[in-house]
């Protein structure tokens, strides 16, 4: 059988972001930063696996708001143009106009942290 670890509640958070004791705080970076450290972070941890990009499975983002024109993809916190450059550099199969991973975009009124604006949760197959 194979094996398709979940890399879930990707989020850009400050190295002294302590959740159980209620301190430390979120990203301070915009939305584009933001992404760029999630893709980065879930890229090292499927490497970190024996996995990678070119094994991912599914993706699914949890955009928060606002939604000028009512849908999710209409706010500024959903890049992806970021996605496109970030794939375009490390796995060129994955880009919007090419074979992406089957996703999900979920907008959202707040995440963990007021300044967080996006999460991401990653499945991917272990190679054999």
Same mark, same amino acid.
């Given at each position: 059988m194979?094996?398709?670890p ?7 958070t400050? =190295?002294?972001?302590?959740? +159980?004791?209620?301190?430390?705080g979120?990203?301070a970076g915009?939305?584009a930063?933001?992404?760029? %450290?999630v ?5 090292s941890?499927?490497? %970190? ?6 094994h991912l499975i599914?993706?699914?983002f949890?955009?928060?708001g ?8 209409s706010s ?6 970021v996605l496109? =450059?970030?794939? +375009? ?5 994955h880009?919007s106009?090419n074979?992406?991973?089957?996703? %999900?975009?979920?907008?959202v009124?707040a995440? =963990?942290?007021?300044d ?8 991917a +197959?272990l190679?054999?």
């Amino acid at each position: 059988m194979r094996k398709a670890p979940s890399i879930c509640g990707n989020t850009a958070t400050s =190295a002294d972001y302590d959740p +159980a004791g209620k301190k430390g705080g979120g990203f301070a970076g915009d939305a584009a930063a933001q992404w760029r %450290e999630v893709l980065g972070n879930i890229k090292s941890d499927l490497e %970190e696996l024996g996995s990678g990009l070119d094994h991912l499975i599914r993706l699914t983002f949890f955009v928060k708001g606002p939604f000028p024109d009512g849908g999710v993809l209409s706010s500024p916190n959903f890049r992806l143009d970021v996605l496109d =450059a970030f794939f +375009a550099e490390h796995c060129p199969k994955h880009c919007s106009d090419n074979n992406p991973p089957p996703s %999900e975009v979920i907008g959202v009124a707040a995440l =963990a942290q007021a300044d967080i604006v996006i999460e991401i949760v990653a499945v991917a +197959a272990l190679p054999d």
